[in-house]
């Protein structure tokens, strides 16, 4: 079957820098994808990898390594608005996105 | 108003109501999304409408029924829904439902429960 696994919550240090894993087992690929879900609110888009590497935005970057069917969300400088659900979600060869549980982020000062 | 909005916000029904969830999206896309969001559960794609078409029906019960009138609105219509149907639904509209990042926009969500 199709399975994306990441962390069900997570903690780190105001000012720190922690990184979310994601693994995913797919019928196919075509991308990988990272969305931001604060509490009561819409997922909104963070990333979206196809290609192995590292894709940096501000504070944000994501990896991807299609061999090993992993990626992972790195954040930077963490403020305490990063407190927040990170969803994976992995395209497969139907075009089809498995989504991951979602990661809970919290943010200590 | 722009993105994707979702009402009502919060709904409590009995099992033997009938009630609507209404989408609306002022992006120009052409496909919308229900997705089921249940607690430290993946979400679950219920519906997907591509250019008012349904494209994709992920086996929902029948006491869920989707409309699409036009490309800009989503209907889910609910009727003797069950306790286990509580959860958040989510609708998303995107650019396609193929190839390419086809990046979704969600809305916030009508949190359901159902008494």
């Known amino acids: 079957g199709q399975n994306i696994d990441q962390p069900t919550e997570m903690t780190a240090t105001e000012g720190a820098i922690v990184q979310i894993n994601c693994t995913y087992q797919?019928?196919?690929?075509?991308?990988l994808f990272w969305y931001q879900q604060h509490a009561g609110e819409a997922p909104t888009f963070l990333s979206y990898?196809?290609l192995d590497g590292l894709e940096e935005k501000g504070r944000f970057s994501s990896f991807l390594s299609r061999s090993k069917g992993y990626s992972y969300l790195l954040l930077k400088e963490l403020q305490m608005k990063d407190s927040a659900s990170y969803l994976c979600a992995a395209k497969d060869s139907n075009y089809q996105l498995i989504w991951g549980a979602g990661t809970k982020l919290i943010i200590k000062p | 108003e722009t993105g994707v909005t979702q009402t009502p916000r919060h709904l409590v029904m009995g099992m033997t109501n009938k009630k609507s969830l209404k989408c609306e999206q002022h992006l120009g896309h052409n496909a919308m999304y229900w997705y089921k969001q249940s607690a430290k559960k993946p979400l679950e794609l219920m519906f997907v409408y591509s250019l008012e078409e349904r494209v994709e029906n992920n086996s929902v019960p029948s006491r869920f029924s989707p409309e699409c009138p036009n490309s800009s609105h989503l209907f889910l219509h609910l009727h003797t829904l069950q306790p286990e149907d509580s959860a958040l639904y989510l609708c998303?509209?995107?650019?396609?439902?193929?190839?390419?990042?086809?990046?979704?926009?969600f809305g916030a969500g009508s949190r359901l429960t159902v008494l």
């Open positions: 797919t019928s196919g690929f075509n991308g």
């Open positions: 990898n196809v």
């Open positions: 998303a509209s995107g650019s396609g439902t193929g190839t390419g990042a086809n990046v979704l926009t």
